[in-house]
């Protein structure tokens, strides 16, 4: 396990180090000049001469290119040019907001769903899986930023349970969480149950479940301990994708309910025209998504023993 969890990092390298060109080119693609919207349109030519020779940005695209790529290999992610700070503290700041949030929307979320999607495989056909399957549809088809408003309009501007801006000073922590985190469990949930009920109906098929229940095991046991044990895989591969699309989609979310995150960040970079601080920011989420799909793909290992890794 130990070689092959070497392979997969290894392998990622070239991954981080492609979403790394791709961002910075990318980037620079976008309408405006980081001098003047830092500046303001009144500045004069010769400031913003002078503020583009002091962030290198007069110098030619492959000078830019080869400086930041030099100091990307050396774990260097320049300094931020709006926050007037190094862009791994900035990162470092802001990034165990966004982990939380991912952290234990995907935990809750999970929870739910595997419970569901077994209460809707056990009735199979009848109202409450019926029930189950049409809310899991509808929450698919919603996208978050839709979930997260009619999250605020109900609980904030209706219920007033939890504030409009999670940021606002005197809000509590759980306060501040409660908005993206029931929006996060909503979306997480729907695609979970559903995976969760179809692994379900699979698993009870087959011979060993027949067996089980001949031999007088209890339901729950037999549910739980030898159903729910060999449909993990399924779950977990989409839990994994759930934690993954998590951090992409805590962009949305921090926007929404306005939360001090690695999402918000990234998006006052773009307005700012903050290009290291954006490459920095999208390195971070591509390296937290890969860094996800590596652990799923050891977790397999501990969930189902009939997977072994070639050569181990």
Avoid: C
């Avoid at 926050?83 to 982990?99: C, D, F, N, Q, S």
């Avoid at 056990?122 to 996208?143: E, I, Y």
């Amino acid at each position: 396990m130990g070689s092959y969890v070497l392979k997969r990092f290894l392998s990622a390298v070239p991954t981080v180090i492609g979403v790394f060109v791709v961002v910075f080119f990318v980037i620079r693609m976008i309408p405006g000049d980081p001098a003047v919207s830092m500046l303001g349109s009144g500045a004069t030519e010769a400031q913003i001469q002078v503020y583009r020779v002091k962030y290198g940005l007069d110098a030619p695209l492959p000078v830019q290119f080869g400086i930041a790529f030099r100091n990307f290999l050396t774990g260097d992610l320049g300094d931020s040019i709006s926050l007037y700070k190094p862009v791994r503290e900035a990162i470092m700041e802001r990034l165990p907001g966004t982990v939380q949030l991912a952290g234990l929307g995907v935990v809750a979320g999970g929870i739910l769903a595997v419970f569901l999607g077994v209460a809707a495989a056990v009735f199979r056909g009848k109202w409450p899986d019926l029930l189950l399957t049409s809310l899991s549809s509808l929450g698919m088809s919603l996208p978050t930023f839709y979930i997260g408003l009619w999250v605020l309009m109900i609980f904030a501007r209706k219920l007033g349970v939890i504030p409009v801006l999670s940021n606002a000073r005197g809000v509590s922590y759980w306060q501040s969480m409660f908005g993206p985190l029931l929006t996060m469990v909503v979306g997480e949930t729907s695609l979970l149950t559903r995976t969760t009920r179809s692994s379900m109906l699979e698993i009870f098929n087959e011979d060993f479940i027949r067996t089980a229940r001949a031999k007088g095991l209890p339901e729950k046991w037999v549910m739980f301990r030898h159903a729910l044990g060999n449909a993990m895989i399924p779950i977990i591969t989409v839990t994994g994708y759930n934690l993954a699309t998590a951090f992409g989609g805590a962009i949305v979310l921090e926007a929404v309910f306005t939360r001090n995150g690695i999402g918000s960040l990234l998006i006052g970079a773009i307005n700012a025209r903050d290009y290291p601080l954006i490459q920095g920011a999208a390195v971070v989420i591509a390296m937290l998504m890969i860094l996800v799909n590596i652990m799923t793909d050891i977790i397999y290992g501990f969930a189902d023993p009939r997977i072994r890794v070639s050569g181990e």
